[in-house]
């Protein structure tokens, strides 16, 4: 690698990090086109914060026989999303319960902890692609499932480290939540959430092999509205995730195999080899 890559990738790095310092980089998950009916977008972060407010009156109903159900109301099962006051909604219901044992104040700390370790993993780890599952990473990206929940666990019961446990569970929140985002698993039409993550690893046999086709060209909103995954993925149901490189490493000869799906975005490289287009369903 030549001086001036190097300097060039530094440079790169240092201006990802300034935009998440100005504009609060996050991605999140776009509506395909085909279904789109109003603006359902949402974030990592919104989209945990709500998932995480749904365990809690889950929690409380089931636990504390506490009545939610005013707020559940406040949630959209749909698409993820929820009322943006509802963690006020949280602390407010239990400082009226009294519950002993649960500090409301704390709660909010909690859960910001979580969802901000989830939107940092992509510039934290953004060349490591297990943590996103993309460039067909399948094992890789299940393995590191299974090892955060574990490390999570661990430090809570044996260093009783709840902070530590809360940014390593938020981390493997966001490698789930691209698993849904990065790969093909929503246009294969499954309708209930994989049973294979946090419980196992993928098998070879799930997944498309490297010299497999698995992607057909696409143009911009064509990508979303026709699927451009090869008709053998579709009909085999094997999983596939569109291969990465950031616009500037393609620099160093790196290129994706033939044949491939591109992640697609502004920063990826890859999108206008073909096959052309993208397939994740992000948003910046």
Not at 92 to 119: C, D, E, F, H
Not at 156 to 184: A, V, W
């Amino acid at each position: 690698m030549s001086v001036n890559q190097i300097m060039f990738i530094f440079i790169y790095i240092l201006f990802i990090l300034k935009i998440n310092t100005i504009y609060g980089f996050d991605a999140g998950f776009i509506q395909l086109a085909s279904a789109r009916q109003e603006n359902k977008d949402t974030t990592h972060y919104g989209m945990t914060i709500c998932a995480l407010c749904r365990v809690t009156l889950n929690f409380l109903k089931s636990t504390y026989n506490v009545d939610t159900t005013y707020l559940d109301t406040k949630f959209d099962e749909t698409n993820g999303q929820c009322d943006g006051n509802i963690v006020r909604s949280i602390i407010n219901l239990l400082r009226t319960s009294q519950m002993k044992g649960i500090n409301p104040w704390l709660y909010s700390i909690t859960v910001n902890t979580i969802a901000s370790a989830n939107t940092k993993t992509d510039l934290k780890e953004m060349f490591k692609e297990a943590s996103h599952f993309d460039s067909e990473s399948f094992i890789g990206g299940s393995k590191l499932i299974m090892k955060r929940y574990q490390s999570t666990l661990d430090a809570i019961r044996k260093s009783d480290n709840y902070d530590q446990g809360r940014k390593t569970f938020g981390e493997m929140l966001h490698t789930i939540q691209d698993f849904y985002s990065h790969t093909n698993y929503i246009e294969l039409e499954y309708t209930s959430p994989s049973d294979v993550l946090g419980k196992r690893i993928f098998q070879e046999n799930e997944f498309a092999s490297i010299e497999t086709k698995t992607c057909i060209s696409c143009d911009d909103e064509q990508c979303q509205i026709n699927t451009n995954f090869d008709q053998i993925i579709q009909k085999t149901k094997l999983l596939t995730s569109g291969y990465f490189i950031p616009i500037g490493f393609n620099l160093l000869r790196k290129f994706k195999p033939k044949g491939k799906c591109s992640h697609g975005g502004s920063f990826d490289s890859t999108q206008d080899d073909e096959p052309r287009g993208g397939i994740n369903k992000d948003k910046l």
